[in-house]
Nanobody
C-alpha cells in the first residue's frame, strides 16, 4: 500500500496549484482519500476527502470556495485543486486513505499515509 503526494511548490498569493495523490495497493481502490495539511508549529488540519466512487466529497470551511477535490480511479489518483491561494495556506500537504469520507475528518482515523508535499504561498 502506497500513497504519493506531489505537485507542491512556491506560488504567489492569488495563484493556483493542483496537488496529486497517486495511490496503489489494495484496499486503496475502495478507500476514501483525504487531504490534510500541517503548518510549522500547528496541528495537522483536515482539508478535504473524497469517497472511492466520488459520490461523497467533503471540503473544510477554511478552504471552501477555493479548493476542490476530484478523483480518477483509472489513474488511481486524487487531485486537490487549489485556487486563490493565501499565505496562510502554506503548509506540508499530506494525502491519506480511510474506509470512509466523513464530514468530521479526523487524522487519527486514517490508516494509510503518504509523505507530504510542500506548498508555499508568498505574499
Amino acid at each position: 500500500v502506497q500513497l504519493q503526494a506531489s505537485g507542491g511548490g512556491l506560488v504567489q498569493a492569488g495563484g493556483s496549484l493542483t496537488l496529486s495523490c497517486t495511490y496503489s495497493g489494495s484496499p486503496l481502490d475502495y478507500y476514501a482519500i483525504g487531504w490534510f495539511r500541517q503548518a510549522p508549529g500547528k496541528e495537522r488540519e483536515p482539508i478535504s476527502c473524497i469517497s472511492s466512487s466520488s459520490g461523497t466529497k467533503v471540503v473544510a470551511d477554511s478552504v471552501k470556495g477555493r479548493f476542490t477535490i476530484s478523483r480518477d480511479n483509472f489513474k488511481a489518483t486524487v487531485y486537490l485543486h487549489m485556487n486563490n491561494l493565501k499565505p496562510e495556506d502554506t503548509a506540508i500537504y499530506y494525502c491519506a486513505g480511510d474506509l470512509f469520507c466523513q464530514q468530521n475528518m479526523r487524522a487519527d482515523e486514517y490508516e494509510y499515509w503518504g509523505q507530504g508535499t510542500q506548498v508555499t504561498v508568498s505574499s
